[in-house]
Protein backbone atom coordinates (compact mmCIF):
# COMPACT_ATOMS: atom_id res chain seq x y z
CA UNK A 1 0.00 0.00 0.00
CA UNK A 2 1.28 3.15 -1.06
CA UNK A 3 1.89 6.31 1.78
CA UNK A 4 -0.92 8.28 0.08
CA UNK A 5 -3.33 5.36 0.43
CA UNK A 6 -2.35 4.77 3.79
CA UNK A 7 -5.03 5.78 6.15
CA UNK A 8 -2.92 5.61 9.29
CA UNK A 9 -0.16 7.76 7.60
CA UNK A 10 0.78 11.26 8.98
CA UNK A 11 0.20 13.32 5.82
CA UNK A 12 -3.14 12.08 6.01
CA UNK A 13 -3.80 12.80 9.33
CA UNK A 14 -6.48 16.11 9.50
CA UNK A 15 -5.48 15.81 12.90
CA UNK A 16 -1.58 15.84 12.52
CA UNK A 17 0.52 18.88 13.68
CA UNK A 18 2.54 18.15 10.37
CA UNK A 19 -0.24 18.84 8.42
CA UNK A 20 -0.25 22.40 9.76
CA UNK A 21 -3.60 21.77 11.67
CA UNK A 22 -2.64 21.78 14.83
CA UNK A 23 -4.49 18.45 15.70
CA UNK A 24 -7.73 19.85 14.12
CA UNK A 25 -8.31 22.68 16.79
CA UNK A 26 -8.23 26.41 15.85
CA UNK A 27 -6.25 28.91 17.37
CA UNK A 28 -6.92 31.28 20.55
CA UNK A 29 -7.84 33.95 18.32
CA UNK A 30 -10.14 32.50 15.90
CA UNK A 31 -13.43 34.93 15.80
CA UNK A 32 -15.80 32.70 17.12
CA UNK A 33 -13.75 31.83 20.35
CA UNK A 34 -13.32 35.38 20.51
CA UNK A 35 -16.44 36.56 20.76
CA UNK A 36 -17.40 33.34 23.09
CA UNK A 37 -14.37 34.44 25.58
CA UNK A 38 -16.45 37.97 25.63
CA UNK A 39 -19.22 36.97 26.58
CA UNK A 40 -18.27 34.63 28.50
CA UNK A 41 -16.42 36.89 30.81
CA UNK A 42 -18.79 39.61 30.32
CA UNK A 43 -21.96 38.13 31.82
CA UNK A 44 -19.68 36.38 34.70
CA UNK A 45 -18.68 39.86 35.47
CA UNK A 46 -22.16 40.77 35.38
CA UNK A 47 -23.00 37.99 37.45
CA UNK A 48 -20.67 39.06 40.07
CA UNK A 49 -21.61 42.36 39.86
CA UNK A 50 -24.90 41.78 40.64
CA UNK A 51 -23.90 39.68 43.56
CA UNK A 52 -21.84 42.60 45.04
CA UNK A 53 -24.92 44.63 44.37
CA UNK A 54 -27.08 42.24 46.42
CA UNK A 55 -24.16 41.73 49.13
CA UNK A 56 -22.99 44.87 49.90
CA UNK A 57 -25.77 46.66 51.52
CA UNK A 58 -26.69 43.35 53.45
CA UNK A 59 -23.27 42.93 55.54
CA UNK A 60 -24.21 44.33 58.93
CA UNK A 61 -26.98 41.43 59.12
CA UNK A 62 -24.64 38.65 61.55
CA UNK A 63 -27.10 36.49 61.04
CA UNK A 64 -26.80 35.81 57.26
CA UNK A 65 -24.05 34.18 56.21
CA UNK A 66 -25.16 34.82 52.41
CA UNK A 67 -23.67 38.02 51.68
CA UNK A 68 -20.14 37.28 52.56
CA UNK A 69 -20.02 34.17 50.32
CA UNK A 70 -21.55 36.44 47.82
CA UNK A 71 -18.70 38.62 47.86
CA UNK A 72 -16.29 35.60 47.99
CA UNK A 73 -18.10 34.24 45.07
CA UNK A 74 -18.42 37.55 43.00
CA UNK A 75 -14.81 37.74 43.56
CA UNK A 76 -13.85 34.52 42.10
CA UNK A 77 -16.07 34.70 39.39
CA UNK A 78 -14.34 38.04 38.49
CA UNK A 79 -11.01 36.39 38.80
CA UNK A 80 -12.28 33.91 36.29
CA UNK A 81 -13.59 36.45 33.48
CA UNK A 82 -9.62 38.05 33.97
CA UNK A 83 -8.20 34.67 32.96
CA UNK A 84 -10.77 33.83 30.54
CA UNK A 85 -9.74 37.06 28.57
CA UNK A 86 -5.88 36.83 29.58
CA UNK A 87 -5.03 33.03 29.65
CA UNK A 88 -4.47 30.35 26.85
CA UNK A 89 -6.88 28.41 26.36
CA UNK A 90 -7.68 25.56 28.85
CA UNK A 91 -10.73 23.16 29.25
CA UNK A 92 -10.00 23.42 33.27
CA UNK A 93 -10.76 27.17 33.11
CA UNK A 94 -13.40 27.37 30.81
CA UNK A 95 -15.33 24.22 33.11
CA UNK A 96 -14.40 26.26 36.20
CA UNK A 97 -16.12 29.66 34.96
CA UNK A 98 -19.39 27.11 33.88
CA UNK A 99 -19.31 25.47 37.09
CA UNK A 100 -19.27 28.71 39.30
CA UNK A 101 -22.03 30.14 37.04
CA UNK A 102 -24.16 27.06 37.44
CA UNK A 103 -23.11 26.98 41.31
CA UNK A 104 -25.24 30.57 41.30
CA UNK A 105 -28.56 29.03 39.48
CA UNK A 106 -28.56 25.85 41.38
CA UNK A 107 -27.89 27.60 44.52
CA UNK A 108 -30.63 30.69 43.42
CA UNK A 109 -33.13 27.18 43.24
CA UNK A 110 -32.20 25.96 45.81
CA UNK A 111 -32.17 28.42 48.43
CA UNK A 112 -35.94 29.25 47.36
CA UNK A 113 -37.34 26.24 46.77
CA UNK A 114 -40.65 25.94 45.22
CA UNK A 115 -41.12 29.91 45.18
CA UNK A 116 -38.00 30.73 43.12
CA UNK A 117 -40.22 32.00 40.22
CA UNK A 118 -42.03 33.97 42.23
CA UNK A 119 -38.83 35.24 44.16
CA UNK A 120 -37.48 35.78 40.43
CA UNK A 121 -40.17 37.34 39.37
CA UNK A 122 -40.49 39.84 42.19
CA UNK A 123 -36.49 41.16 42.04
CA UNK A 124 -34.90 42.59 38.73
CA UNK A 125 -31.66 42.05 40.06
CA UNK A 126 -32.53 38.32 40.26
CA UNK A 127 -33.59 38.45 36.26
CA UNK A 128 -30.51 40.72 34.97
CA UNK A 129 -28.03 38.35 37.61
CA UNK A 130 -29.89 34.51 36.18
CA UNK A 131 -30.24 35.55 32.36
CA UNK A 132 -26.87 36.11 32.65
CA UNK A 133 -25.57 33.34 34.50
CA UNK A 134 -26.97 31.15 31.91
CA UNK A 135 -26.08 33.23 28.73
CA UNK A 136 -22.44 32.99 30.58
CA UNK A 137 -22.87 29.13 30.87
CA UNK A 138 -23.64 28.64 27.50
CA UNK A 139 -20.54 30.19 26.36
CA UNK A 140 -18.24 28.65 28.93
CA UNK A 141 -19.67 25.28 27.90
CA UNK A 142 -19.24 26.44 24.32
CA UNK A 143 -15.72 27.54 24.56
CA UNK A 144 -15.03 24.23 26.68
CA UNK A 145 -15.99 22.16 23.27
CA UNK A 146 -13.67 24.02 21.37
CA UNK A 147 -10.74 24.39 23.18
CA UNK A 148 -8.22 21.60 22.36
CA UNK A 149 -7.24 19.73 25.47
CA UNK A 150 -4.35 20.40 27.54
CA UNK A 151 -1.65 18.54 26.47
CA UNK A 152 -2.24 20.07 23.13
CA UNK A 153 -2.25 23.91 24.70
CA UNK A 154 1.05 22.83 26.44
CA UNK A 155 3.01 21.14 23.33
CA UNK A 156 1.82 24.54 21.43
CA UNK A 157 3.72 26.31 24.10
CA UNK A 158 6.99 23.79 24.04
CA UNK A 159 7.34 24.53 20.60
CA UNK A 160 7.59 27.78 20.50
CA UNK A 161 9.66 27.54 23.60
CA UNK A 162 11.73 25.53 21.31
CA UNK A 163 11.68 27.77 18.48
CA UNK A 164 12.60 30.31 20.63
CA UNK A 165 9.63 32.67 19.37
CA UNK A 166 6.35 34.00 21.47
CA UNK A 167 2.72 32.16 20.76
CA UNK A 168 0.71 33.37 18.23
CA UNK A 169 -1.39 34.79 20.77
CA UNK A 170 2.12 36.09 23.07
CA UNK A 171 2.78 38.15 19.54
CA UNK A 172 -0.98 39.32 19.03
CA UNK A 173 -0.99 40.34 22.70
CA UNK A 174 2.56 42.84 22.63
Not at 4 to 30: C, I, K, L, V, W
Not at 51 to 62: G, I, S, V
Not at 145 to 154: D, E, I, N, W
Amino acid sequence: MSRENDPMSRENDPTSRENGSDRGYAGRDAPRKRLLRAVAAQTAALSATVHFLWAWPRLTEPADARPYVFLLGGAFTVAVAVATLRADEYRRLYALGAGTLAAFLVGYAGWHGGGTAAALASDPLAIVGKGAEIVGLVAFLALYRLAPPTSVVLDRREDAASDGGATEDEEARA
